[in-house]
């Protein structure tokens, strides 16, 4: 094995407004790769981006919710999970 890790080319199309604005970076294809590397990393663990919890993933969540609450937070006023469970 060479070590090298196996690479995969995937194609995309983007609008005129887009393809402008990208112009002037010199290696566009490292800017798109790190682009979706930081979405990724944002993305909700559970709808994974799509801002939609199927039915399944629902029933796991109202357990859940059930010893935890969103608040949001008094300093950044970011929303954020609290734990609600009583410590033993």
């Known amino acids: 094995?060479?070590?090298?890790?196996?690479?995969?080319?995937?194609?995309?199309?983007?609008?005129?407004?887009?393809?402008?604005?990208?112009?002037?970076?010199?290696?566009?294809?490292?800017?798109?790769?790190?682009?979706?590397?930081?979405?990724?990393?944002?993305?909700?663990?559970?709808?994974?981006?799509?801002g939609i919890l199927t039915p399944e993933q629902q029933k796991h969540w109202q357990i859940f919710a059930q010893s935890h609450t969103v608040k949001k937070c008094d300093d950044c006023h970011s929303f954020h999970l609290v734990c609600t469970a009583e410590v033993k």
Do not use: W
């Open 1 to 50: 094995m060479n070590g090298k890790k196996k690479q995969e080319v995937i194609t995309f199309k983007v609008d005129e407004m887009l393809g402008k604005a990208m112009e002037g970076i010199p290696n566009r294809s490292e800017f798109i790769r790190s682009a979706i590397l930081v979405a990724l990393k944002s993305t909700c663990p559970l709808c994974r981006g799509t």
